[in-house]
């Protein structure tokens, strides 16, 4: 039972361009969403976050979009640089999982010169 | 480096063996995770504790799989008897639990191979 699905394995996008990120989650009970950025042989590292009593939030380049009716969340990198270039997680936590998240299976952005 | 460590970064086992990987948190984190990343999948929650609270074992897939925590920092996570679907990596992460973001930093990972 995949409660959180990235269903774009990869993604390749022109260095300046926009890149959009998607990720699908069927657990209504979700509360707290995160993104987290994986690059080769290092641990992930966390990158933006949103409560579900948000529709948006925003850091420097990168914007999260929550629509809780849709159960879908979008992370936007603009304008998308060749250090983007990793692959991108996103996680959810139910408030009654407390600290245990819930990943997607990721999506591999690359970011072309 | 104040970030998280785990040991070792790479382990090459027979099947039927036994494997301890390793974790060191962030100083001053309460909450320890493990995680693991098979080929081509997501992050799988493993198990996770809070200071001095029994641990969150539901996600460990057998009982071959346990672990530990000793003095509230160091953490070890056990598999007995490897078998070859036990192949990946092994990630280990920590967190405050104060604050709304919760955000939990990961270690780069043990990679293991059951061969």
């Known amino acids: 039972d995949q409660q959180v699905k990235q269903n774009s394995p990869s993604l390749s996008v022109q260095e300046g361009r926009i890149s959009i990120l998607n990720c699908d989650y069927t657990?209504?009970?979700?509360?707290?969403f995160l993104w987290y950025k994986k690059y080769p042989a290092e641990g992930p590292t966390f990158l933006i976050s949103?409560?579900?009593?948000?529709d948006k939030n925003e850091d420097g380049r990168f914007t999260v979009f929550l629509n809780k009716s849709a159960k879908h969340l979008s992370l936007h990198i603009v304008p998308s640089q060749p250090g983007d270039s990793a692959v991108y997680f996103c996680a959810a936590r139910t408030f009654q999982g407390a600290q245990k998240l819930v990943f997607g299976q990721g999506t591999r952005l690359t970011i072309n010169p | 480096g104040a970030g998280v460590s785990q040991s070792p970064s790479n382990k090459v086992t027979e099947k039927g063996k036994d494997v301890e990987l390793r974790c060191d948190p962030i100083s001053g984190h309460t909450a320890l995770y493990w995680y693991r990343q098979s080929l081509g999948q997501g992050l799988e929650f493993l198990i996770y504790f809070q200071g001095n609270s029994a641990p969150d074992k539901s996600g460990l897939p057998s009982d071959r799989f346990s672990a530990e925590r000793t003095g509230g920092s160091v953490s070890t996570l056990t598999i007995q008897r490897t078998q070859q679907e036990d192949s990946a990596v092994y990630l280990c992460a920590s967190s405050k639990t104060s604050g709304a973001a919760y955000e939990q930093y990961f270690g780069p990972g043990t990679r293991l191979t059951v061969t």
């Open positions: 949103i409560s579900s009593i948000k």
């Open positions: 657990n209504s009970m979700f509360d707290y």
